[in-house]
């Protein structure tokens, strides 16, 4: 079966620490990966995907992740957190050769001064 | 324009009433999706439309009806809904088949009275 999992439901971290957020997915056919960030009462932005070549991906606002195909993971990193990163983030996976997006259960990023 | 525009911004209807959302993206994108997220989780796809047919309805209630008049408009027809179907209606475009990323709406947040 295809799915995306964030075991993660909700990570506290202090500002200015590093933060991960783990992404692992399920399928039998290539994907394609994403992370969206969604404040609240807001839609969703991308932050970040993965398509194809190099498996570390630079997105918007420092935030980077590595795509490892052998543990079927994209896991989220920043170095340095902000206040402002506070904010829901979702994990999401498309399957090659379908139009499905489908979303993790999302990782309640809370930054504390 | 690399944006989708969703309308209205907020919604408040009655269970008798018939009202409609509207999304329009104009990048060329064959793909467009509804999805529906409830507070506190994540987005859940309801129905793609590919080349402006309707090629994934993932089991909606009939009380919700897509329709795609052009390849720029996606609209969702809605009558006698349950108080429960209280929601961000959320609207995404994209190349199609994971090829380059989508691109999501605001939303539009409904509410039924």
Known sequence: ?113 | DTEVTQTPKHLVMGMTNKKSLKCEQHMGHRAMYWYKQKAKKPPELMFVYSYEKLSINESVPSRFSPECPNSSLLNLHLHALQPEDSALYLCASSHGQGSGGYTFGSGTRLTVV
Do not use: M
């Open chain 1, 1 to 113: 079966a295809q799915s995306v999992t964030q075991l993660d439901s909700q990570v506290p971290v202090f500002e200015e620490a590093p933060v991960e957020l783990r992404c692992n997915y399920s399928s039998s056919v290539s994907v394609y990966l994403f992370w969206y960030v969604q404040y609240p009462n807001q839609g969703l932005q991308l932050l970040l995907k993965y398509l194809s070549g190099s498996t570390l991906v630079k997105g918007i606002n420092g935030f980077e992740a590595e795509f490892n195909k052998s543990q079927t993971s994209f896991h989220l990193r920043k170095p340095s957190v902000h206040i402002s990163d506070t904010a829901e983030y979702f994990c999401a996976v498309s399957f090659y050769n379908t139009d499905k997006l489908i979303f993790g259960t999302g990782t309640r990023l809370q930054v504390f001064p």
